[in-house]
């Protein structure tokens, strides 16, 4: 889950920092508004990157979610591709379960079939 996760906040990343270049020159917003905001928002992607699976991190991606679809307030195209983004992140998150399950059956399964110590040879 984890790289799946940090791979659609990496994105996040990148789109939270084109849209500050676009709000700089189509809202009313200053300069410093718009940075600060963005510049917060595209730390905690990055931050959220290492926090996936401790208690809280899959909730504060859902927050960044939230926040990258009220941008559009800011930046209509954001309603959008806050939209995308928040169904990536659930896509993340679903799949990266299923497949962080998968590896935990397979990693079982062959530990059971690994021959145990031979009594007879002790």
Known sequence: ???LCASTL?????VIGFAALVAMQTSDL???????VSGIAMLLSVLLCGMISRPGGVALGWVLQIALIASGVVVSTMYFL???F???WWASVHFGRK???AKARWA????AAEP???PASA
């Open 99 to 101: 497949i962080d399950e």
């Open 30 to 36: 200053s300069t410093v508004t718009v940075w600060t």
């Open 1 to 3: 889950m984890r790289t």
């Open 116 to 118: 145990g110590p031979d």
């Open 10 to 14: 990496i994105g996040e990343f990148f």
């Open 108 to 111: 079982a399964q062959a530990a």
């Open 86 to 88: 928040a169904a990536l």
């Open 82 to 84: 806050g939209a995308v």
